[in-house]
């Protein structure tokens, strides 16, 4: 059978499936890493009735939240699984997006960046991957980021969460990093701003964050979602 006799195969199998099976199925395919076996469920899904707005709110958006209860559970998980989860997600938002009948609007907006001294990617783009699935606007300032950049920023762009990733000690504590920004936030008065951490020091230490007086932080990637989503919820009351 060629790929299209296996396409409409599939969609046969999906028009009979529940939401739930919907979401095993596209979940075992991330959780294998075969990005094209997950985006067939999706399309698979689309061919079959699901409407684009379905597809995010009710196999995409759940999918992310079983995959967390997931890498809770089990450590074992690796970074492959993580970014790989975050990036189907956002490629199927970022299509499915264009679709909705009327537009939606984002559910809160969180500039992410790493700390400066940091040249460290990968953690911060799972975590906004995620964010974006999650219908929540990102603004990713890249790596090696001072910390008033990270304030002008957040202003300019309305944010409710500054997301500050940081792989090594001395820029998870430096001045520069999550405790400048804290300073900063103070001396402007910008309180309504959480600020949010995340990296190997924190995991080494999960009473870091404390210390260098963020608001939150998370072990992984993609559990950093909802904690993020969290502080959104927080900000807006």
Not at 47 to 56: F, N, R
Not at 217 to 222: C, K
Request: glycine content about 6%; charged content about 25%; hydrophobic content about 45%.
């Amino acid at each position: 059978m060629n790929m299209s006799g296996c396409f409409i195969q599939l969609c046969r199998v999906i028009i009979l499936m529940n939401n739930q099976e919907l979401i095993d199925l596209y979940n075992q395919a991330v959780y294998d890493t075969d990005r094209d076996a997950a985006l067939e469920v999706i399309h698979g899904a689309l061919k079959a009735g699901k409407t684009p707005e379905e597809i995010v709110f009710e196999i995409i958006i759940p999918a992310l939240d079983q995959t967390v209860k997931m890498i809770e559970n089990d450590d074992s998980m690796c970074l492959a699984q993580h970014f790989m989860t975050s990036q189907i997600a956002s490629e199927v938002v970022d299509e499915m997006l264009p679709l909705f009948k009327t537009e939606t609007e984002h559910r809160g907006t969180v500039v992410i960046g790493s700390a400066f001294g940091d040249l460290h990617s990968l953690g911060k783009r799972i975590v906004a991957g995620c964010l974006r699935a999650n219908m929540i606007e990102v603004f990713d300032l890249g790596v090696n980021v001072p910390a008033e950049r990270f304030i002008d920023e957040a202003i300019l762009h309305h944010a409710e969460v500054i997301a500050v990733s940081s792989m090594m000690m001395h820029t998870a504590r430096g001045d520069r990093g999550a405790l400048g920004i804290r300073k900063i936030l103070e001396e402007r008065s910008l309180s309504q701003i959480r600020l949010v951490v995340g990296g190997a020091p924190f995991r080494f230490n999960p009473e870091l964050y404390k210390i260098v007086q963020a608001d939150a932080w998370a072990p992984d990637g993609v559990s950093a979602s909802r904690v993020i989503w969290e502080l959104i919820k927080e900000v807006r009351g």
